[in-house]
């Protein structure tokens, strides 16, 4: 709201006020709506479910080379020049927002996989993971697999991987390697250009998110306690582009980070803000895992285990995208304090369980 006030551009501001706001009532629905373990394992089964219907979708497409229909808004596609071929987006407009999105299902899937107790259960969350997986190589977007590789280590931080689940992680990625595209590994290799002593950046790609942050700096060092006003870093980008002069585009953009996008639209005070808001979910989170273990409720704990993995992933891909479809981020953090709210309620019922037993002893 402060980077309201001292917006350049009102109109653009307080249209992201708007969604800001309506994000957060999201998030405080669903708090209030998963009020137990069975409401918040439904919703985590709702969204498994979507991802199932996504990458059926999206895998379905490419196979079939089926780019120009958008079947009923699921699937859809994005032709890059320098990529070579289409890029699955799913119901979104580019692919690297529904690669973040796919690698928050696949590893809710996967633990699925691991811990449900029904067979047939474990196989349609099986099939949920496979899918967004293929659905994931499909979007082209190496931030999205950088993402998925990150995003499976803390989980494994939490569930160390026995036999069984280093099988299903070893056919899963036979599976993907058998529709990985030609060239797939050669983009993979352009990431080194972002570790090149020489600072020569050659990827089109590379050349304009690099534009994009290093004028998200310059926004900041600017206007460093307020920013340049909430949503109006693309207002101002141009300026500051002619300055850099890596960035042919004329054009409005958005910065490739959350964070400089923080920094440069919100200044250090919105960002210190966030950064609190978020370190404060991890720690609620990581404490509901600990309580969860305490109380031998085995399944609640890998659940959670689960969303702390998602939203870690989510967060590290941010490093290099934006706020777009910030959606997705508020439903994710709604489900993450409602598993911290239900350990709580759970740990709290225990010691008054416990302090009974005292009392009548």
Same mark, same amino acid.
């Given at each position: 709201?402060?980077?309201?006030?001292?917006?350049?551009?009102?109109?653009?501001?307080?249209?992201?006020?708007?969604?800001?706001?309506?994000?957060?009532?999201?998030?405080?629905?669903?708090?209030?709506?998963?009020?137990?373990?069975?409401?918040?394992?439904?919703?985590?089964?709702?969204?498994?479910?979507?991802?199932?219907?996504?990458?059926?979708?999206?895998?379905?497409?490419?196979?079939?080379?089926?780019?120009?229909?958008?079947?009923?808004?699921?699937?859809?596609?994005?032709?890059?020049?320098?990529?070579?071929?289409?890029?699955?987006?799913?119901?979104?407009?580019?692919?690297?927002?529904?690669?973040?999105?796919?690698?928050?299902?696949? =590893?809710?899937?996967?633990?699925?996989?691991?811990? !449900?107790?029904?067979?047939?259960?474990?196989?349609?969350?099986?099939?949920?993971?496979?899918?967004?997986?293929?659905?994931? =190589?499909?979007?082209?977007?190496?931030?999205?697999?950088?993402?998925?590789?990150?995003?499976?280590?803390?989980?494994?931080?939490?569930?160390?991987?026995?036999?069984?689940?280093?099988?299903?992680?070893? $056919?899963?990625?036979?599976?993907?390697?058998?529709?990985?595209?030609?060239?797939?590994?050669?983009?993979?290799?352009?990431?080194?250009? *972002?570790?090149?002593?020489?600072?020569?950046?050659?990827?089109?790609?590379?050349?304009?998110?690099?534009?994009?942050?290093?004028?998200?700096?310059?926004?900041?060092?600017?206007?460093?306690?307020?920013?340049?006003?909430?949503?109006?870093?693309?207002?101002?980008?141009?300026?500051?582009?002619? !300055? =850099?002069?890596?960035?042919?585009?004329?054009?409005?953009?958005?910065?490739?980070?959350?964070?400089?996008?923080?920094?440069?639209?919100?200044?250090?005070?919105?960002?210190?803000?966030?950064?609190?808001?978020?370190?404060?979910?991890?720690?609620? *989170?990581?404490?509901?895992?600990?309580?969860?273990?305490?109380?031998?409720?085995?399944?609640?704990?890998?659940?959670?285990?689960?969303?702390?993995?998602? *939203?870690?992933?989510?967060?590290?891909?941010?490093?290099?995208?934006?706020?777009?479809?910030?959606?997705?981020?508020?439903?994710? $953090?709604?489900?993450?304090?409602?598993?911290?709210? =239900?350990?709580?309620?759970?740990?709290?019922? !225990?010691?008054?369980?416990?302090?009974?037993?005292?009392?009548?002893?």
């Amino acid at each position: 709201m402060l980077s309201v006030t001292v917006a350049q551009e009102a109109e653009p501001a307080l249209e992201e006020l708007f969604d800001v706001a309506q994000n957060i009532l999201i998030a405080s629905l669903v708090i209030y709506i998963l009020r137990d373990f069975a409401s918040l394992k439904s919703a985590v089964w709702a969204v498994i479910l979507a991802g199932l219907l996504m990458g059926s979708v999206s895998v379905f497409q490419n196979v079939t080379n089926t780019y120009d229909n958008p079947y009923w808004g699921l699937g859809g596609s994005e032709f890059s020049g320098y990529v070579g071929r289409p890029r699955a987006t799913g119901p979104y407009m580019t692919p690297n927002p529904y690669a973040q999105v796919l690698v928050v299902i696949f =590893i809710l899937a996967l633990d699925r996989t691991w811990h !449900e107790k029904k067979i047939p259960l474990r196989l349609l969350a099986g099939a949920s993971a496979l899918l967004c997986a293929l659905a994931l =190589i499909f979007t082209d977007s190496r931030g999205g697999f950088a993402n998925l590789l990150f995003t499976l280590f803390v989980f494994f931080l939490f569930n160390r991987p026995n036999l069984s689940s280093l099988i299903v992680v070893g $056919v899963f990625a036979l599976v993907v390697a058998r529709f990985l595209p030609n060239n797939f590994f050669d983009r993979l290799m352009t990431l080194t250009e *972002l570790f090149d002593n020489n600072g020569a950046i050659y990827d089109e790609s590379f050349r304009g998110r690099t534009s994009e942050n290093i004028a998200a700096r310059m926004m900041f060092a600017d206007y460093p306690f307020f920013g340049v006003g909430l949503n109006n870093y693309s207002e101002n980008y141009l300026k500051y582009s002619r !300055e =850099i002069g890596l960035d042919p585009r004329r054009e409005q953009r958005d910065p490739a980070s959350l964070y400089l996008q923080l920094l440069a639209e919100q200044g250090l005070i919105g960002f210190t803000v966030f950064i609190f808001f978020v370190v404060s979910v991890f720690a609620r *989170l990581f404490k509901a895992h600990k309580d969860f273990k305490a109380l031998n409720m085995r399944d609640e704990m890998y659940l959670t285990s689960a969303l702390f993995a998602a *939203l870690a992933g989510y967060m590290f891909m941010s490093l290099y995208k934006n706020n777009a479809y910030s959606n997705v981020f508020w439903t994710l $953090v709604g489900m993450c304090i409602s598993a911290a709210q =239900i350990a709580a309620n759970h740990a709290d019922s !225990e010691d008054s369980a416990e302090k009974f037993q005292e009392t009548l002893r």
